[in-house]
């Protein structure tokens, strides 16, 4: 989703074939696109092969149906062209994590982003996972206001499972499809600094953001590599904390300079009636989102998410987005269409 910027589509100024009997509409259509001068290499090359597995996936399908997937892909271009080169950072969990379907469409999208050229940095959480292991190791796990009570023997299963497993799953789902991720925890490189809860009494270690040292994520990032982060981090002293995926995800736009904040919810995103999924807000500013939570429109779980996404746009991140991770291909559908797939929110 673009702010306040609506880009005609591209469709009209791709000319097929004259004489469709002695060639195929579709790769003509297909290589006219990728002859104009200002696409660049590396785009040509992943639009070729995307086009090519186009192509041979549907020799046999109805024509129509695969001049529409090119003319989808040519409207796509000027947002590849506006998102180019730009950081965009993504929080990912909720429903997107625990379906095997939604999750092979997000890290297909991710890799695809990166081929085009975007710059995506991977945020995750694993709250179903560590469910998971806590009741195998006989815990009972506790929530306060949202947030898991974390004590000693908890947050080493946290570590292990967000880190040990969740992390390398991840990473191996995106080398599988075609990119280079790197897995790091907010330990690595000092990435991330933590400090206790204000509420630490009652939460234990959970812990917030006191630094953010980005230094580690450079070379990779400009290298056209994916760090695929775990939402734990030490203090100074090297204790470990289980810290809010969502504020990891703000933190790291905001030391980036991202162009965007995406985070991904099992919600169609910020809601006028918070009674009526329908009433979905496409685009509000600081000042809105404000007025919304004094109304009470704006409540419980969602809070901490436009909490953070505020925070991040008042450190310079461009745009924020809560959007619906229960709708297949959500991130294409906000970065590559003016519709989006769920709430923007602008500075």
Request: charged share 20%; proline share 5%.
């Amino acid at each position: 989703m673009l702010a306040a910027k609506t880009i005609a589509p591209l469709s009209s100024t791709l000319s097929l074939s004259e004489n469709p009997a002695k060639t195929n509409p579709i790769r003509n259509s297909h290589f006219k696109l990728l002859s104009k001068p200002d696409i660049p290499p590396a785009l040509v090359s992943c639009l070729k092969s995307t086009g090519e597995a186009v192509l041979s996936a549907n020799t046999e399908s109805n024509t129509n149906s695969s001049l529409t997937r090119v003319d989808i892909l040519s409207e796509s271009l000027p947002f590849i062209q506006r998102f180019r080169g730009k950081t965009i950072v993504f929080k990912y969990g909720g429903a997107a994590m625990k379906s095997e379907s939604l999750q092979s469409s997000v890290i297909n999208d991710l890799v695809l982003l990166s081929c085009v050229g975007l710059r995506p940095v991977f945020v995750h959480g694993g709250g179903p996972e560590i469910n998971h292991w806590l009741a195998r190791y006989g815990i009972q796990p506790n929530f306060l206001n949202g947030l898991r009570v974390t004590d000693s023997a908890t947050m080493e299963i946290v570590e292990m499972v967000l880190v040990g497993k969740v992390n390398k799953h991840l990473v191996s789902l995106i080398n599988k499809a075609g990119a280079t991720a790197v897995g790091l925890s907010g330990k690595d490189g000092r990435l991330l600094t933590a400090r206790p809860s204000p509420n630490a009494a009652q939460l234990g270690f959970v812990g917030d953001i006191s630094h953010v040292d980005p230094t580690v994520l450079h070379p990779l990032i400009n290298n056209g590599h994916i760090p695929v982060i775990a939402s734990v981090a030490a203090d100074e002293s090297g204790q470990s904390y289980n810290i809010n995926a969502d504020t990891v995800a703000g933190e790291l736009a905001a030391a980036l300079g991202a162009e965007k904040l995406i985070l991904l919810t099992d919600v169609a995103g910020i809601l006028k009636d918070r009674n009526d999924p329908t009433s979905l807000v496409k685009e509000i500013d600081i000042k809105g989102i404000k007025s919304m939570v004094e109304d009470g429109n704006i409540a419980g779980g969602m809070i901490p998410k436009v909490n953070c996404c505020v925070r991040s746009l008042a450190q310079g991140v461009k745009t924020a987005s809560i959007i619906d991770g229960r709708v297949p291909h959500s991130l294409l559908f906000e970065i590559l269409t003016d519709e989006g797939a769920g709430t923007m929110i602008t500075g």
